[in-house]
């Protein structure tokens, strides 16, 4: 008989073993240095905290210029970017942590002060309500900001985006990062190829399904291809029905990735689930049709707490389970998940921008704290 599957069985993913199943969820924080987007020595800290984690996911962080959507985000394309990446990889392994850094390109949900007044790029050029969150540089005070509709990308463009693609795998991985998780999630550019709503083009990268999926395909091929399939993941997410993204076919176009991802052989795939109020519900039929597709190592993210994330590792359904916004003010949150003891509150305000408060002040809490009877 075998063993039940727990918060606490360690786990290879690609070629890395992970003592646990509780991974740190990609989280926007804003503190590049300016200019330049420029990862610092405060990032490696932040990450540092939190190498208890089974798995950090880092950040997006743009694959080049045209990549970017939000303010103070940090980059992987310039040698000042790797060398700060190479920071954070160093100080996360020095903790005994491992860590994928994930690649983004947001398409339409950016805006032209950061590409010298030129619109943000997509597959079609559709209208969409969305916005991002960007400093105004007269006051330095950050808000979120409407998009434009953006201009449509050319074939010629959509092959120099893969390229960027790889090459930032490549830099990731040369700044001593484990592996990439690729962005493919929450309306941001492969997301945007892959709905019928953000897609309209009528040649190979829109129509069919099979040719929403190519640009996904494309991309996967390169970094794979780039670093190693072991190195390569990519977060998607199929419930997402804001920022124009509500797409009655994007159900079977995910499967249909799960199966190409399944024969590429990649590292795992991180599977977001929706986490608002009145968002639709995660069936257990697509659970059970995703783990039919896909049978490496699946990490779920959404408002799981001890029980959920327990009965999801149970059923099969996920091997690992990513929490975000209560490893902010937890940096040792995997300790205080198992042992049930107090979590600390965050402070909204700090979330994005803005210097060490609220970002690497959260102490961990002393190793003789005693259980409590709150569990997460």
Partial sequence: MSTPTTLLTPLTVGQLTLPHRIVMAPMTRARSSQPGDVPNAMNALHYAQRASAALII????????????????????????????????????????RIFLQLWHVGRMSHPDFHGGAL????????FEGQIWKVDPATGV??????????????AEIKAIV?????????????????????????YLIDQFLRTTSNVRTDEYGGSRENRLRFLK???????????????????????????????DILPTILDAASFLQQRGIAYLHLVEA???????????????????????????????????????????????AFGRPFVANPDFPRRLV??????????????????????????????????SNAA
């Fill in 120 to 127: 943000p790029v997509a597959p079609s050029a559709l209208p």
């Fill in 275 to 321: 986490d608002w109020d009145d968002a639709p519900v995660v069936t257990e039929s697509f659970r059970q049709q995703l783990r039919e597709r896909f049978t490496h190592p699946i990490i779920v993210a959404g408002n799981y707490n001890k029980a959920r994330a327990q009965w999801v590792l149970e059923q099969g359904y996920a091997d690992l389970v």
């Fill in 142 to 155: 950050g808000g979120m900001v409407a998009s434009p509709t953006p201009r449509a990308l050319a074939h």
């Fill in 218 to 248: 494309e991309v996967i091929d390169a970094v794979a291809d780039e670093v190693g399939a072991h190195r390569t993941a990519i977060r998607l997410a199929p419930f997402l029905t804001a920022r124009g993204m509500d797409c009655p």
């Fill in 58 to 97: 880092t950040e997006a962080s743009q694959i080049s210029p045209q990549g970017k959507g939000y303010s103070f985000t940090p980059g992987i394309y310039s040698a000042e970017q790797v060398e700060g990446w190479r920071l954070v990889s160093r100080a996360v392994h020095d903790a005994g942590g």
């Fill in 163 to 187: 390229e960027d693609f790889r090459r930032a795998a490549r830099n990731a991985i040369a700044a001593g990062l484990d592996g990439v998780e690729i962005h493919g999630a929450n309306g």
């Fill in 339 to 372: 042992e049930d003891l107090p979590l600390a509150d965050f402070d909204g305000a700090t979330l994005f921008g803005g210097g060490a408060a609220g970002y690497t002040d959260y102490p961990a809490l002393p190793l003789t704290t005693p259980a409590a």
